[in-house]
């Protein structure tokens, strides 16, 4: 478990992805600025994995980049413990001794679970001993590598990995324990209904992932809050969970980082930056100027 924990992350990211469709009307980037008194704050919007062979970033990217001291993501990728983060998702993830996936979301849940993960070229006894919102996280995960997704060309990656090159600092917004403790705490309930949107969505993923990623090299944020809201809707609770929550926990870091004496690039998934609730919105609510990279 321990070597697919980043891959688990990306497939967080990328969750909320697998949702509605998109036409899209303008050009831009998905990178905004806001500015503090002494620096700037480059906000990026990230759909975490990126297909091998359409990985190269926008180029709005390489201005906020090289216009940054430093890099901060939603996790610090740069110093993320990949035999821990597996450690973490065993404790937190594993249904408890005795238990069996098949008892906990019923037999025909485990019907179609079974069939998904054996399309996808995984016997669904690997999955047999994890919890509901694992599982969906692991067949999410499973489709973006059948679709060519590639971790090591998503954007974090790319950005990380050049950032240790160039002797560039990295931080994090969040921990490890924040960023899926709410998930391992869901209730019950709903965590049926996240693997079930999970199974519902995977058989239109190749034609709304590309959407999306048209949607997101292009910056187009009101075709990303669409998205958003279009699944979100029907499950408030996951929306608060996953994006309203995390929002409002980041935006007082954000704004220290904006009033702190260098320049920063921070990259968060793009449906943190858009919409009701987006870390835009906040941001423009508490009087900052947010303007968008061409």
């Not at 891959?7 to 899209?24: F, K, M, N, Q, V």
Request: net charge negative.
């Amino acid at each position: 478990m321990a070597r697919k924990a980043p891959r688990r992350l990306g497939a967080l990211g990328l969750l909320s992805s697998l949702i509605g469709c998109a036409t899209l009307a303008h050009a831009a980037s998905p990178v905004w600025v806001i500015h503090g008194a002494h620096s700037t704050v480059y906000l990026a919007g990230s759909v975490h994995l990126l297909p091998a062979a359409d990985a190269a970033l926008p180029p709005a990217f390489e201005q906020a980049y090289s216009a940054s001291s430093h890099l901060v993501m939603e996790l610090d990728l740069g110093r993320i413990d990949t035999l821990a983060a597996g450690s973490w998702l065993l404790e937190h993830g594993a249904l408890p001794a005795g238990t069996t996936l098949r008892a906990v979301i019923g037999e025909q849940r485990y019907a179609r679970v079974s069939a998904a993960a054996n399309e996808l070229g995984a016997p669904s006894e690997l999955l047999d001993g994890q919890a509901p919102w694992v599982v969906a996280l692991e067949l999410a995960d499973l489709e973006y590598v059948h679709l060519g997704f590639d971790p090591q060309h998503g954007v974090e990656e790319q950005l990380v990995g050049r950032a240790q090159s160039d002797g560039k600092a990295t931080a994090g917004l969040e921990t490890l324990d924040q960023e899926l403790g709410g998930l391992a705490a869901l209730p019950a309930a709903d965590q049926l209904r996240l693997l079930d949107q999970t199974l519902s969505e995977l058989q239109d993923a190749p034609q709304e992932l590309d959407e999306v990623l048209t949607a997101w090299r292009r910056g187009d944020a009101t075709k990303l809050a669409e998205l958003l809201y279009s699944e979100y809707r029907s499950f408030p609770a996951l929306y608060r969970l996953l994006v309203g929550a995390r929002n409002q926990r980041w935006l007082p870091e954000i704004e220290r980082l904006a009033n702190g004496p260098d320049n920063c690039l921070v990259v968060v998934g793009a449906l943190h930056l858009v919409g009701d609730g987006g870390l835009l919105e906040l941001l423009r609510k508490d009087g900052y100027v947010v303007t968008q990279l061409n």
